[in-house]
């Protein structure tokens, strides 16, 4: 069964500073991984998907970059913003199901 | 409506009650599915549609979770006499496309079941 692992779990930090989260995923035999935000009672949004033939995507102060074969993606924000603040969760495609970390808490301070 | 809508978005069952949650995806969209989110944890994948199809209910955690999609369009997941353990969120997701991989998901924001 695919797990997948989320360092850190929770992440606090002054606003302006560029940050990294980190995802693990066992088996590397995935479509494709993608990344989600979470605000508190709600449901997740889409924030990018990379397919499994591409090394990253990025959309607008996001990067994601992938690495198939050692099993580890990474979600950088450039110059947080309060507004940043929120569960970010990565998810490995490995057919219909998405198999999902238990997410990075994330807090941007004024 | 033009995402996918839950309702209800809050439930309070009594142990051993029965509870309907319901699902209404994206317009067009043929793929569903339904996962469950404990406090603190990520999704876990409960079961998938195609259409009216349900190619897939592995995650389906007991024989007291049913779920059905029978016109292909809204679903209903349904929990049997209900245990504490049942209580989550669960959220529905939908995408255009049927087959494997699904590709991008649309969620609802969940319906949020307390069983006391």
């Known amino acids: 069964k695919q797990e997948v692992t989320q360092i850190p779990a929770a992440l606090s930090v002054p606003e302006g500073e560029n940050l990294v989260l980190n995802c693990s995923f066992t088996?590397?035999?995935?479509?494709?991984l993608q990344w989600f935000r979470q605000d508190p009672g709600k449901g997740l949004t889409s924030l990018l998907l990379?397919?499994?033939?591409?090394r990253e995507q990025t959309s607008g102060r996001l990067n994601a970059s992938l690495d198939k074969s050692s099993g580890r993606s990474t979600l950088y924000i450039a110059a947080s913003q309060p507004g940043d603040s929120a569960t970010y969760l990565c998810?490995?495609?490995?057919?219909?199901?998405?198999?999902f970390g238990k997410g990075t808490s994330l807090l941007v301070t004024p | 409506g033009a995402g996918v809508s839950q309702s209800p978005r809050y439930k309070v069952a009594k142990r051993g009650q029965d509870v309907a949650l319901r699902c209404d995806p994206i317009?067009?969209?043929?793929?569903l599915f339904w996962y469950q989110q404990a406090l603190g944890q990520g999704p876990e994948f409960l079961t998938y549609?195609?259409?009216?199809?349900?190619?897939?209910k592995s995650g389906l955690p007991s024989d007291r979770f049913f779920a059905e999609r029978p016109e292909g369009s809204v679903s209903t997941l349904k929990i049997q006499r209900t245990q504490q353990e049942d209580s989550a969120v669960y959220l529905c997701?939908?995408?255009?496309?049927?087959?494997?991989?699904?590709?991008?998901?649309?969620f609802g924001e969940g319906s949020r079941l307390t069983v006391l």
């Open positions: 997701a939908s995408s255009l496309s049927g087959g494997r991989p699904p590709g991008e998901l649309f």
């Open positions: 088996d590397s035999a995935i479509y494709n």
């Open positions: 990379i397919q499994s033939s591409q």
């Open positions: 998810a490995a495609d490995s057919g219909y199901a998405l198999n």
């Open positions: 317009s067009g969209h043929v793929s």
């Open positions: 549609f195609q259409n009216e199809a349900q190619l897939d």
